[in-house]
């Protein structure tokens, strides 16, 4: 009797690996730089992902604090964990092209060192990407939270092609550590830009357009922490200046800018050296609350227009 149970859970056992080897792999890459104080949170969080099968990319870029040594901690703790490291900083887009070299999924997750993902973040933008082959990344919503983990805003994305590549000459249409997207359609690009970071991922998501079709889920995907050191605000200014290059980029190569963009990326640029960063990211988070209602303003009234066309009647007998 104990070796027919003994058989039953074998064989069982065997299914389960089956399935799993079935699955499709993700490749969750974290740059680190200096990331000693949050990192084993990140980390801890994407172990607890409901999707089972990934790996996670750690690469050190030269750290001067103890991240080298969590990291090692961590490759020996977690069997899913590889790390990587260059003895000099590089930068943050030698990381990440580093990383999506090495990585071995079908897909890659890209999440930052000081922020959280949500437990079924994973198996939602798998499960998306398998139903519909033609997008090649996939991205969501974001909450924010302080050093104390007190909550500060929510920050919703377009979701719909359409809307994206309606939005994408104002706004940045993803959280960079809340997007998934395929590493075959990364390869049809020129990978992350030097010279555009800090805004290299925005280049990133222009170059994904030109491969296939880009969506958000309408969820939180992530808990990004938001202070002083995050690097939104400490490259703010760099950044800002970035942007603009990448949308003037944008209008040359992908899509050609109008008057009102122009205006807007000029007025972004001006803020962005004249206001500090908080603020600046303050007014950034109400106009895209606003770019959102008027997107779904117009929606409802266009639904609203087709369900009330009057009723056709045929005056001729037939």
């Not at 740059?31 to 607890?48: D, F, I, R």
């Not at 990448?246 to 992908?254: F, Q």
Request: charged letters at 25%; proline letters at 3%.
């Amino acid at each position: 009797m104990s070796f027919l149970i003994s058989l039953i859970k074998f064989e069982l056992r065997s299914k389960d690996m089956k399935n799993f080897r079935k699955t499709s792999k993700v490749s969750v890459i974290i740059p680190v730089y200096n990331g000693a104080s949050y990192l084993v949170e990140t980390v801890e969080s994407v172990q607890k992902s409901t999707y089972k099968n990934f790996e996670i990319i750690l690469v050190d870029d030269g750290s001067k604090d103890k991240s080298k040594g969590l990291c090692h901690r961590l490759e020996k703790k977690y069997k899913n964990v590889n790390f990587y490291w260059f003895k000099k900083n590089r930068g943050l887009t030698s990381s990440l092209n580093y990383a999506v070299k090495k990585a071995k999924g079908e897909f890659i997750a890209r999440i930052n060192q000081d922020d959280i993902m949500m437990p079924n973040r994973l198996k939602e933008q798998v499960n998306f990407l398998k139903e519909n082959p033609e997008y090649v990344v996939v991205g969501g919503d974001i909450t924010l939270f302080d050093e104390n983990y007190r909550f500060v805003d929510n920050i919703s994305f377009p979701k719909s092609d359409s809307d994206i590549r309606n939005q994408w000459l104002l706004m940045s249409p993803y959280a960079d550590p809340t997007v998934m997207y395929r590493k075959d359609a990364y390869l049809k690009t020129k990978g992350y830009q030097k010279y555009f970071w800090p805004a290299d991922d925005v280049h990133m998501w222009y170059q994904l357009g030109q491969v296939g079709k880009l969506a958000n889920l309408n969820k939180i995907l992530t808990r990004v922490r938001w202070h002083n050191k995050a690097g939104s605000i400490a490259s703010h200014k760099i950044q800002i200046e970035k942007t603009f290059e990448v949308h003037v980029w944008a209008s040359k190569n992908i899509q050609e800018a109008n008057f009102y963009h122009w205006i807007f990326w000029y007025s972004q640029l001006i803020a962005g050296k004249l206001f500090p960063p908080r603020f600046n990211w303050f007014i950034y988070r109400r106009i895209r609350e606003i770019q959102n209602f008027l997107r779904d303003l117009t929606k409802t009234a266009k639904l609203n227009k087709v369900s009330i066309q009057p009723k056709r009647y045929s005056v001729s007998g037939v």
